[in-house]
């Protein structure tokens, strides 16, 4: 059995540092682990006593006479190590360490850590923690945490590096019967991590969501591949603090100022499928609607309610959160017209009158479960004195049971409406108490129907890339890479470039003003410009010349950029654009990021381009590798895509030479891992091509 499964479904578990006192952790956890109704063997070990609470207490884990799968380490930080040794000569499968002290407390407490994993990773022993709560799986009624009270048995499987965020939604859950499958502490996660957690609950039929707070991720890579390799993923929600400070490297890049690790990580988890939040509360509220309610087929949207202001807000919600007002059929009005008052709406949203019973709700929802036009069905109630709060309730449960249809109640009030509330709680419906987090949720549950449909394109995009070997200028390109961003020169960037397809106009770099003057002849208009390995922003200063015409204004040309003492120009064929668009990458992680998924990999920045790029901030990202319909779908979402789409009568613009563009880019960036940023700024693009006139490329290995 995999060490894991022993951890959270052990046969026998040892609690070192109970004590004889109830109210120090290690009683508390051995009396939890007991009073769960945990129906293994549990060992006291404390070497100060004999006998606990009637029972034997041993000295140590390796004097059990019997197996012991897991242990519980609550002992001082000094004394984890010997703790940590004895576990493995007894052949423990698995070591929860309660103790603090370690990688929290700065570079000594590290170091501990990383000795701890060296000990126990020859024996295969797992190590979760340490400074953690502990974990309770409540399914195999294991507590092995000082958790204050046990969590309901259910389908969340719910980890945090975080305790007090597992208590404090631990006491969310426990009022409205949100049951939990798993649910953990991971602490300092030195050992087991959510690159373990993830894929082991993702094959366990009894976890229907996956919800985690983590602090940090650091193998981002690694996690995405492993959440979205798995068949059918389950929903995974993730909460993650924290603005990250800017790199330290030298942000030389219009990219680089512009993507900041924020900007990776949440394009990260939108491309792959996880859902980031940035609350406890819609953490919460999405835990509860994955749990509890149906997936959505689709985002038609029909609203019952007794209240019509009601309605148009939620109309409203509707709208703002990207789902659709479900347009009923003629069959489904012509019910409503039959079985509601004349006074009442029959059209979307049905507004039944705020004298309505309960009887009026269940008219209207059985003919919106019969349409075939409608996906989801919001049940609106505000509690007016005749509102059948109770029976409106049982209705709704009832109902909730013949369809597969997502059926969601949202009772707006307090105090009237409470009896509905605990209904619903009790039949395990997921009711809510506000318009906006309601739609938030099935926005949410929407997107992720959406993404899970299209899922195995995109994984199969990463297979096809990362198969590739490395690109055919490696060694060239290595030979400039050191751990400082390092610009490459304009020749360099020119090959790689063409390797890919990135189309740029002719262009040479120059060592006097004969070559330049050869060259241009056929050409003009050209312009001229200092390298980039020498100048990455040219508008900032004077290196950059345009419009020349003729050999005496290349002349004039040639003479002012070379008073600034370079040696090389670079002449190229002045191209023209009906729009200025930008094309950049920033890496996160090292220059192996690809090997070994420390990071997140390059992050793609498309949109307005030119001198004012950081001003306008009309920009999508795209997290390499990306499908070609994932590609298209960033891209749709800015604003400069309407004008290049031919806005108000104008030409449509160049957009297959744009998307075979940015393929070729993520190719690039996969052949070149070191490629730590880039620039394609300005990418001009007219009717029937684009030209990368200005392309900037940094590499580095950290």
């Not at 609470?53 to 002992?75: A, F, L, R, W």
């Not at 965020?165 to 030195?190: E, Q, R, V």
């Not at 349409?371 to 069905?377: A, G, L, Q, S, T």
């Not at 400039?480 to 002719?506: F, M, N, R, W, Y």
């Amino acid at each position: 059995m995999d060490n894991l499964e022993k951890l959270f479904n052990p046969q026998s578990v040892a609690i070192v540092g109970v004590s004889t006192s109830p109210d120090k952790l290690g009683s508390v956890i051995f009396n939890n682990l007991i009073n769960f109704g945990f129906s293994g063997k549990v060992f006291p070990v404390n070497p100060k006593y004999t006998e606990i609470n009637g029972q034997i207490c041993y000295p140590t884990v390796s004097s059990i006479d019997e197996p012991v799968d897991t242990v519980c380490i609550v002992v001082p930080q000094s004394a984890v190590k010997d703790v940590v040794i004895d576990c493995t000569k007894k052949g423990v499968k698995a070591a929860i360490i309660i103790s603090a002290g370690f990688g929290e407390t700065g570079q000594a407490g590290e170091q501990l850590e990383s000795e701890l994993l060296e000990i126990a990773k020859p024996s295969g022993m797992r190590i979760l923690g340490p400074n953690c709560l502990g974990l309770i799986t409540p399914l195999s009624k294991t507590n092995i945490s000082f958790a204050a009270s046990n969590p309901k048995e259910g389908n969340v499987a719910f980890f945090s590096q975080s305790g007090a965020i597992c208590t404090a939604l631990l006491d969310m859950a426990t009022p409205i019967n949100l049951g939990f499958s798993h649910f953990i502490s991971i602490g300092n996660k030195i050992d087991i991590t959510e690159n373990d957690l993830v894929p082991f609950f993702n094959k366990d039929n009894n976890v229907k969501v996956i919800a985690a707070y983590l602090e940090e991720i650091s193998q981002g890579r690694d996690l995405l591949t492993l959440y979205n390799s798995h068949t059918n993923p389950k929903p995974f929600i993730l909460l993650k603090p924290g603005r990250t400070s800017a790199s330290n490297k030298a942000v030389q890049s219009h990219t680089g100022a512009m993507v900041g690790e924020r900007d990776v990580f949440e394009t990260a988890m939108k491309q792959s499928g996880i859902i980031s939040v940035d609350s406890i509360k819609s953490l919460f509220n999405l835990i509860k609607g994955f749990s509890k309610l149906n997936l959505p087929r689709g985002n038609r949207v029909a609203v019952v309610t007794n209240a019509g202001g009601v309605g148009v807000i939620a109309t409203d919600e509707i709208i703002s959160k990207g789902l659709t007002l479900a347009q009923l059929s003629d069959d489904s009005r012509r019910k409503l017209k039959e079985s509601l008052p004349v006074a009442a709406s029959t059209e979307n949203p049905v507004d039944i009158l705020g004298e309505a019973p309960a009887n009026r709700y269940i008219s209207a929802l059985q003919v919106l479960i019969a349409d075939p036009n409608v996906d989801i069905i919001l049940v609106l109630l505000t509690p007016q004195f005749v509102t059948q709060i109770k029976e409106t309730s049982e209705a709704v449960v009832s109902l909730s049971k013949t369809t597969d249809k997502t059926i969601v109640p949202i009772y707006l009030g307090y105090e009237k409406i409470q009896e509905g509330l605990e209904i619903f709680n009790n039949s395990g419906i997921a009711v809510y108490e506000d318009l906006p987090d309601a739609l938030e949720v099935l926005a949410q549950m929407y997107r992720f129907s959406q993404w899970k449909a299209k899922k195995d394109e995109a994984y199969q995009t990463e297979k096809q890339l990362q198969s590739l070997s490395l690109g055919k200028y490696h060694n060239e390109v290595s030979n400039h890479t050191t751990e400082a961003p390092t610009a490459l020169p304009d020749e360099l960037v020119e090959s790689i470039c063409k390797e890919v397809g990135i189309p740029i106009p002719p262009q040479k770099l120059c060592t006097s003003v004969d070559e330049c003057i050869s060259f241009s002849e056929s050409l003009y208009p050209v312009v001229m410009k200092i390298p980039n390995s020498q100048i990455m922003h040219k508008s900032d200063v004077k290196a950059l010349v345009l419009n020349i015409t003729n050999e005496s204004e290349l002349r004039d040309a040639y003479s002012e950029l070379t008073q600034s003492g370079t040696a090389k120009v670079l002449v190229q064929k002045q191209m023209k654009a009906k729009e200025e668009l930008i094309i950049g990458a920033k890496r996160d992680g090292n220059s192996e990021v690809y090997k070994n998924g420390d990071g997140f990999g390059h992050t793609v920045l498309f949109g307005k381009g030119g001198i004012y790029t950081e001003t306008y901030k009309d920009t999508a990202q795209i997290l390499v590798p990306a499908s070609t319909e994932q590609i298209v779908d960033s891209v749709m979402r800015t604003k400069v895509i309407r004008i290049l789409s031919g806005l108000r009568g104008q030409p449509q613009l160049a957009l297959k030479p744009l998307l075979t563009t940015l393929l070729a880019i993520q190719k690039l960036l996969i052949l070149y891992p070191e490629i730590d940023n880039m620039d394609l700024n300005p990418l001009f693009i007219d009717q029937t091509d684009v030209w990368a006139v200005d392309v900037k490329i940094l590499v580095s290995s950290t």
